[in-house]
């Protein structure tokens, strides 16, 4: 098993262009050498990227490689510039509500009500005031939401017991009907994330967790790996298997893995990086 997730972790190599045809290496035509300064441009912003990231959020970037942290530089940059935001300290400011709420935080209903409120949708007005008014209110979300993590090591053994028992309530999940299953796993994510949940609106909370229900569903998962992939999902954002935040998680997404493989090797990995976390 271990080889199969060690060719999915594989990274591919891009290969060098080559200069005019029957002219020395060194020669190069003038729109080239404007591509090889945009490229110095480009792995100099990366670099500082990298930094601010390490400096910032320490304990995250230690989970991430020197490659892993540049990659996500450069993809947030692609995304935050769909938005208009192109200065190097508003791809920063994007950046950071990015590693607070996920890559696609813009999309994440648990954050929809949140950015309402700043008209973050709409996108009016001052571009640096728009991101000042996020990073404001990611600030007081966060500091909030803080609190959820009182004894959390309590809530991950909630957490296993639940993941390891056959039974859960006297019931066994993938037999019970539709609603109840959705029932289940809104009181799960209620007794795991308390404060956080109850920022939502209970409309939020429902369709949040059908839309997640369901995306783990095509992901090939049963009832129960649904449920932990949800907790993950609140916790990590949105997709968050899709995401450069989170490049060991990759492997959830491929459908040529088991699901019951897929998810106990998940299960194993987010342990492992939220004790490195906890130790940062």
Same mark, same amino acid.
């Given at each position: 098993?271990?080889?199969?997730?060690?060719? %999915?972790?594989?990274?591919?190599?891009? +290969?060098?262009?080559?200069?005019?045809?029957?002219?020395? +290496?060194?020669?190069?035509?003038?729109?080239?050498?404007?591509?090889?300064?945009?490229? #110095? @441009?480009?792995?100099?912003?990366?670099?500082?990227? !990298?930094?601010?990231?390490?400096?910032?959020?320490?304990?995250?970037?230690?989970?991430?490689? !020197?490659?892993?942290?540049?990659?996500? $530089?450069?993809?947030?940059?692609?995304?935050?510039?769909?938005?208009?935001?192109?200065?190097?300290?508003?791809?920063?400011?994007? =950046?950071? !509500?990015?590693?607070?709420?996920?890559?696609?935080?813009?999309?994440?209903?648990?954050? $929809?009500?949140?950015?309402?409120? %700043?008209?973050?949708?709409?996108?009016?007005?001052?571009?640096?005031?728009?991101?000042?008014? =996020?990073?404001? %209110?990611?600030?007081?979300?966060?500091?909030?939401?803080?609190?959820?993590?009182?004894?959390?090591?309590?809530?991950?053994?909630?957490?296993?017991?639940?993941?390891?028992?056959?039974?859960? /309530? /006297?019931?066994?999940? #993938?037999?019970?009907?539709?609603?109840?299953?959705?029932?289940?796993?809104?009181? %799960?994510?209620?007794?795991?994330?308390?404060?956080?949940?109850?920022?939502?609106?209970? @409309?939020?909370?429902?369709?949040?967790?059908?839309?997640?229900?369901?995306?783990?569903?095509?992901?090939?998962?049963?009832?129960?790996?649904?449920?932990?992939?949800?907790?993950?999902?609140?916790?990590?954002?949105?997709?968050?298997?899709?995401?450069?935040?989170?490049?060991?998680?990759?492997?959830?997404?491929?459908?040529?893995?088991? $699901?019951?493989?897929?998810?106990?090797?998940?299960?194993?990995? !987010?342990?492992?990086?939220?004790?490195?976390?906890?130790?940062?």
């Amino acid at each position: 098993m271990q080889d199969i997730f060690d060719r %999915i972790d594989g990274q591919e190599k891009r +290969a060098g262009g080559a200069g005019l045809p029957g002219a020395p +290496a060194f020669i190069r035509p003038g729109e080239a050498l404007e591509e090889i300064f945009a490229d #110095d @441009q480009l792995i100099l912003f990366q670099k500082r990227t !990298a930094l601010f990231l390490r400096r910032s959020f320490p304990a995250y970037a230690a989970s991430l490689s !020197a490659d892993e942290l540049e990659k996500l $530089a450069v993809t947030v940059q692609k995304r935050a510039g769909l938005r208009g935001f192109t200065t190097e300290k508003q791809i920063w400011y994007y =950046l950071i !509500a990015v590693v607070y709420c996920g890559f696609f935080f813009e999309q994440d209903i648990q954050y $929809a009500d949140m950015l309402s409120l %700043i008209g973050w949708p709409h996108k009016q007005g001052d571009t640096m005031l728009l991101l000042d008014r =996020l990073l404001d %209110i990611i600030d007081e979300y966060a500091l909030e939401c803080e609190k959820d993590f009182v004894d959390f090591g309590g809530k991950l053994r909630y957490i296993a017991e639940f993941y390891a028992a056959p039974h859960f /309530g /006297g019931t066994v999940p #993938d037999h019970l009907p539709a609603p109840q299953q959705q029932a289940l796993a809104e009181e %799960i994510v209620s007794r795991v994330f308390p404060v956080r949940s109850g920022l939502w609106t209970p @409309q939020s909370r429902h369709k949040l967790v059908a839309a997640g229900l369901t995306y783990a569903g095509n992901l090939g998962f049963s009832v129960k790996d649904r449920i932990i992939y949800l907790l993950a999902n609140v916790y990590f954002g949105r997709a968050f298997e899709l995401s450069p935040l989170y490049p060991w998680a990759y492997f959830l997404q491929n459908r040529a893995i088991p $699901a019951s493989e897929r998810a106990r090797h998940f299960f194993t990995l !987010a342990q492992k990086h939220l004790t490195q976390l906890a130790k940062g």
